[in-house]
């Protein structure tokens, strides 16, 4: 069973500073997801990655395969950024199997 | 498109009771799945289904059933609701591209 650790649990910090959110998984997979769960509690899906870096915005995910990790960065960080986000491996017809989450704000 | 859909959005139920969450995509997708989500823990698949009127069991099938009887509909059911399944539901389906959609939840409580 692949087990997926997340870094930090919780994470504060301040408007503009640069965000870095780690992701470990246990065994060999075919893709890794970054999730951003919202205040009211919903989730949107940010990236799906198999290989190398992938950019959208203000946020960028990175994964070695090799070391079966990956990162999700922020730049810029603004408060609207405050959620919690959720790693995940799996992409392929039986589900994904999901970290517990970091707890991001970002305070003014 | 109103993507997935969740009904209902909040329910409380006595031990004992029986109820049936609805899911709904219209993005005619063939993947769908059941999550719960629990605090301190990650989202855990519950069942899931790859196309109309298939299913099978996820990490945590115990005390659910589920049915595909329409490719847009995926029900979960609780037969005989325990405390332990308080907990937000979340369905989700998946086209086979990048990307997972999620529905908007459902929080149960069982008393």
């Known amino acids: 069973k692949n087990e997926v650790e997340q870094s930090p649990q919780n994470l504060t910090a301040q408007e503009g500073e640069f965000i870095t959110i780690n992701c470990s998984y246990s065994?060999?997979?075919?893709?890794l997801h970054w999730l951003q769960q919202h205040p009211g509690g919903g989730i949107v899906s940010l990236f799906m990655?198999?290989?190398g870096k992938k950019k959208h915005g203000r946020l960028i995910a990175t994964i070695n395969i090799q070391e079966k990790h990956s990162s999700l960065h922020i730049t810029a960080s603004h408060p609207r950024d405050s959620a919690v986000y959720i790693c995940?491996?799996?992409?392929?017809?039986?589900?994904?199997?999901f970290g517990k989450g970091t707890h991001l704000i970002i305070q003014p | 498109n109103a993507g997935v859909t969740q009904t209902p959005k909040f329910r409380v139920l006595k031990t004992g009771q029986s109820m049936t969450l609805l899911c709904a995509q219209d993005?005619?997708?063939?993947?769908m799945y059941w999550y719960r989500q629990d605090p301190g823990m990650g989202l855990r698949l519950i069942h899931y289904?790859?196309?109309?009127?298939?299913?099978a069991k996820g990490e945590v099938p115990d005390g659910y059933n589920v049915s595909r009887l329409k490719k847009q509909n995926f029900l979960l059911g609780l037969e005989s609701a325990a405390p332990s399944q308080t907990s937000v539901y979340f369905c989700?389906?998946?086209?086979?591209?990048?990307?997972?959609?999620f529905g908007p939840g459902t929080r149960l409580l069982v008393l």
């Open positions: 995940a491996s799996g992409g392929g017809a039986d589900g994904l199997t």
């Open positions: 289904s790859v196309g109309e009127g298939t299913t």
């Open positions: 990655l198999s290989s």
């Open positions: 065994v060999g997979i075919s893709a």
């Open positions: 993005m005619n997708h063939e993947y």
């Open positions: 989700a389906s998946f086209g086979g591209g990048e990307t997972q959609y």
